[in-house]
């Protein structure tokens, strides 16, 4: 993976603070329902390791990479901090676009080769699996700067079509949101019923239901 850069600085202060209080459970299960889970199902994979240990994995990965607000974009390895506007986030798909079609290797096999210390594993994924520019989303689902960025990354993913892919990774600032892990684990169950990106639309949809309002 290149040197940590970070993009646009004076935007990357945009970061999460003091987490409120809320009815957690009863948000987190309406957005189960309208993401249309089988909610006993999912229910009882909220009580199994995998799911944690699945979080804890994208955080371990994470923190290797360097990230340590929310959102982070690595957009083929490259940084972006904060909630940034759409330009910046286009840009750097745009630097990333040329140097991966000038590179020389098969675009199918072109994320995986060169850039091995971010894989995609089994992580939720939006966009073609061989895309040019893989844009990898660390966040946090109880972060208000993560709920506000998604437009803009639903837009740059229409923009970008064929050429760009989003994936998810889970890295909960526990330390400042308290229910971070467990909305990463809920929507981990998610994925399990192939239903993640449907509860990840729902909570964010609803962050101030489910946790209490804004930092």
């Known amino acids: 993976m290149r040197p940590l850069l970070v993009l646009a600085a004076s935007l990357a202060l945009a970061g999460c603070g003091s987490s409120a209080s809320g009815d957690f459970e009863a948000g987190i299960v309406a957005a189960a329902t309208e993401a249309g889970l089988d909610i006993p199902t999912w229910q009882a994979c909220r009580g199994t390791a995998a799911p944690a240990a699945r979080v804890a994995e994208d955080l371990a ?15 083929n390895g490259t940084p972006v901090v904060g909630a940034v506007p759409l330009p910046v986030l ?5 630097v990333a676009l040329t140097s991966a079609v000038g ?3 098969p675009q199918a096999s072109y994320y995986a080769t060169a850039f091995p210390d971010l894989p995609v594993l089994d992580s939720p ?8 520019v893989t844009v990898v989303e660390f966040g946090d689902f109880e972060c208000p700067y993560c709920g506000e960025e998604e437009p803009v990354v639903e837009e ?3 923009e970008g079509g064929s050429q ?7 890295f909960p600032l526990a330390a400042i949101h308290p229910h971070a892990e467990d909305a990463a684990v809920a929507a981990e169950c998610a994925l399990d019923q192939g239903k993640f990106w449907e509860m990840h639309d ?14």
């Open 125 to 132: 994924v939006r966009g073609p699996g061989d895309a040019w």
């Open 61 to 75: 990965l994470g923190s290797a990479a360097g990230v340590s607000r929310t959102p982070t974009f690595l957009v």
């Open 164 to 170: 760009v892919r989003l994936v998810w990774k889970n």
């Open 156 to 158: 740059l993913l229409a």
């Open 202 to 215: 729902a909570i964010y949809a609803n962050q101030g239901a489910i946790f209490g309002g804004d930092d």
């Open 90 to 94: 286009s840009a750097a798909v745009s």
């Open 103 to 105: 590179s020389g290797l």
